[in-house]
């Protein structure tokens, strides 16, 4: 399959080529089988500027500027005409992901002329898939390979192709359109993956290797066999005399031009099965590191490589081959459903050795970290969670970072992004690290589960629980699980068991009623699933990243007769929970994107007139409440939340759209009342230095809007009622089921979550 760059695009287009105009057979389809429901979006991929004109209103992505910008417009990225208003983006719609689009679903999706330059198809047409709304019609438009001469045969799809673009939908219509295959597609249908084997091989072909090899993001390499119709990992058989690891370093050169060294490929188990009554012996091989692009070089074998989303395996439209099954799931687990059976022998774990020189430069930056950790307060001097920070190896859970970053006790390096750069894992700090393990009193012997994988927590952990005790690791991204298991294994923690699932709800068949000792979740949570609280003993600890109305702490729970007690709060930052526990803040954007304001766990409010309040003068209070430079005061954040009954919420402005209309806090979003049309949100401002009480900062509150005075005095109150009732304390935290009746609960403010039902206590507060 041929594919231009954007530069030979750009090329092609400023030396006069296009594309083949839309024709009237064409327009007559679309209207007949993808008409846009009224007000409906549409979005077009491949940017033909007729294309878009045809089915806006639109969203037209295009690869190259001279793609994207054709139009003739004053804006390169945005016109509208008399069909509707139209929306041109640039960017490479297979690696720049989808977060850049205009919006989040659409009724149509067309792509016209282009199907055939995506190469990961599969991949693309599973997160198209999720961006088309309920009803909505995917369609396109394409040449056919047959109609097209040989030497354009990479403009076109075969039969075959078309198969597999049509497979996984309940409708799949196709027309013709003057030439052009015209497919419908309607209402996906994704079908549970099946197995496939192949005929009867020749004797000396039944031993050989699996490789299982992921990009940078975690995306597994599948090749679609043009003999066996199947998807396929790289591999093959083994030379007479050449073990198995050598083998598999071979092949994938061979068959896809990737280079590995030997030193990246690790041997996991072998896998024994058999096909029409002959033995066959598969080595399962797992390399980390590569280089180049993966490319045909044995057409006769390998039709096209595909990187994979791990996730989107379960749901494969066409078959896999069953050996790469068996394989696939040695490197996670249970990921692949109604496998056939295969006798499973794991390779020994073997503690990879690293060299001296780093080993020694690592094992004193890691006494420096411990040493300092004990200096700040987070360790305790002569503690078994001191001993464990000085023994486990942290550089290894963190391949490439410089080993003073590795120890840095501050840091919290990010381990894996989105394509538009959003952190979704990271290795938490050791400063957090320690305050959590302290805060869940592990013991010898104890059952601990770990929810959000990493890999060094957990061997810290298992330190801790000692060789009686169980640690059990799960984390939903299979990026994440095989990333933690191969520094378990590199570094001897072979005890650590970990398992690839949701943290919601994977600890119901990870562990029995009152089965486990403590949990640790090192992933922010919005709330507190049962299985949390059912799997945890009486009298066990559950340390949980909570998020509670847009803010975050580390919060350790007991649980005393089914109800769980917080015992303090630790302000911090963690990535959230991933998969159906992951609770969207409610989000309003006012003067243009300038101002957002969030409602987290509050019940929004009406802001339709807030940008009016806003053009209105400021009212300031200035509290003289004041607090040192550097000292949280992330309770008082929360006294605010859990004594505004109506309209708390959090509101930040953006840098780059800044008009001063408001004063832009550093690091933080303001607590805001909302209220009657106006608005009142808390600040600070530094007061002067002098001997007596240097680098102080003041409490005070911007308001604007009709009823600006009576907010911010609302507010003022409530700071000042903070500092003479609150200052040095934290409010008391109880977790009931969501069924709990209202007057089955402590007094305090009670903030309900899908799963449970929080109330906070404030033994010395009064309400203003």
């Not at 599948?222 to 198995?244: H, I, M, N, Q, T």
């Not at 991204?477 to 191969?486: E, G, K, Q």
Request: net charge negative; hydrophobic share 40%.
């Amino acid at each position: 399959m041929g594919h231009l760059n954007p530069a030979e695009w750009d090329a092609y287009y400023d030396d006069g080529g296009t594309f083949r105009p839309l024709g009237d057979a064409e327009r007559r389809l679309l209207a007949e089988h993808a008409p846009a429901p009224e007000g409906g979006l549409a979005l077009d991929v491949g940017c033909g500027w007729a294309n878009s004109r045809a089915i806006s209103p639109t969203a037209a992505t295009g690869w190259t500027p001279s793609t994207s910008h054709r139009p003739p417009s004053t804006s390169p990225t945005s016109t509208s005409d008399a069909n509707g208003y139209i929306t041109y983006e640039c960017f490479d719609i297979e690696q720049d992901g989808l977060d850049r689009l205009p919006n989040p679903a659409y009724d149509l999706i067309t792509f016209r002329l282009s199907w055939a330059f995506i190469r990961d198809r599969t991949r693309v047409m599973n997160r198209l898939r999720e961006r088309l709304r309920p009803g909505g019609t995917l369609c396109v438009i394409t040449p056919v390979a047959s109609e097209v001469p040989e030497d354009r045969r990479n403009i076109a799809l075969d039969e075959e192709e078309i198969g597999w673009l049509c497979a996984g939908w309940s409708v799949a219509e196709r027309h013709d359109a003057d030439g052009l295959a015209f497919i419908v597609l309607r209402d996906p249908a994704p079908a549970q993956v099946a197995y496939s084997g192949k005929g009867r091989p020749a004797a000396h072909a039944l031993t050989g290797a699996g490789v299982v090899v992921t990009d940078p993001v975690g995306r597994i390499l599948l090749g679609w066999s043009a003999r066996r119709e199947v998807w396929e990992l790289p591999g093959g058989k083994d030379d007479a005399g050449e073990d198995f690891v050598d083998a598999a370093v071979r092949e994938l050169q061979e068959e896809t031009g990737l280079k590995a060294d030997r030193a990246d490929a690790r041997l996991l188990a072998f896998l024994k099965d058999s096909t029409h009554g002959i033995s066959r012996m598969t080595a399962a091989v797992r390399i980390t590191a590569y280089t180049g692009e993966p490319a045909v070089t044995e057409a006769h074998l390998i039709r096209r490589w595909e990187w994979h989303e791990v996730t989107d395996l379960p749901a494969l439209a066409q078959p896999l081959f069953t050996p790469s099954a068996h394989v696939i799931n040695t490197v996670w687990p249970g990921l692949l459903p109604g496998l056939p059976p295969v006798h499973h022998y794991p390779a020994a774990p073997t503690e990879v050795i690293e060299d001296p020189q780093q080993a020694a430069e690592a094992a004193q930056l890691r006494q420096a970290m411990a040493d300092r950790l004990i200096k700040d307060g987070y360790l305790e001097n002569g503690s078994s969670i001191e001993a464990a920070v000085r023994r486990v190896p942290r550089h290894r859970s963190l391949p490439g970072l410089p080993l003073a970053e590795a120890y840095d006790p501050m840091q919290a390096p990010v381990t894996k992004r989105t394509p538009a750069g959003k952190s979704t894992s990271s290795v938490s700090a050791p400063w957090l690290q320690a305050v959590m393990l302290r805060d869940a009193r592990l013991s010898a012997g104890a059952a601990v589960i770990e929810v959000g994988s990493g890999g060094y927590n957990a061997a810290l952990a298992q330190e801790l629980v000692g060789p009686h005790g169980t640690v059990i690791s799960v984390d939903i991204d299979p990026f994440v699980t095989d990333r933690a298991r191969r520094f378990l294994t590199d570094t001897g923690y072979h005890q650590v068991d970990v398992h690839l699932g949701d943290g919601d709800s994977a600890l119901d068949v990870l562990a029995g009623p009152e089965d486990v000792d403590a949990i640790i979740v090192t992933v922010e949570a919005r709330d507190i699933p049962p299985s949390w609280i059912t799997r945890l003993a009486e009298g066990g600890r559950l340390v949980v990243p909570l998020r509670i109305h847009g803010y975050t702490w580390s919060i350790p729970f007991t649980k005393r007769d089914g109800v769980l007690v917080a015992d303090s709060f630790t302000v911090c930052g963690f990535v959230p929970l991933q998969g159906p526990g992951y609770r969207e803040d409610h989000t309003i954007r006012l003067r243009g994107g300038e101002v957002t304001v969030r409602f987290a766990d509050a019940e929004p409010v009406d802001t339709s007139r807030l940008d009016a309040a806003l053009d209105m003068p400021r009212i300031e209070r200035w509290t003289g409440v004041t607090i040192p430079g550097l000292v949280p005061f992330d309770m008082l954040m929360l006294w605010l939340a859990t004594h505004i009954d109506r309209g708390f919420a959090r509101l930040a402005v953006d840098a780059s759209l800044d008009t001063g209309v408001l004063h832009r806090a550093k690091g933080w979003d303001a607590a805001t009342l909302i209220r009657d049309d106006s608005l009142a949100r808390l600040l600070t401002r530094k007061l002067p230095t002098d001997e007596s009480a240097p680098g102080l900062w003041e409490f005070g509150i911007h308001a604007y809007g009709p009823h600006a005075d009576a907010l911010a005095d609302t507010m003022a109150d409530l700071v000042t009622a903070w500092d003479r009732n609150a200052r040095n304390t934290s409010p008391r935290l109880t977790v009931h089921p969501p069924t709990s009746a209202d007057r089955d609960l402590p007094e305090g403010h009670v903030l309900d979550k899908a799963y449970s039902r929080l109330v906070f206590t404030w033994t010395t507060s009064t309400t203003p």
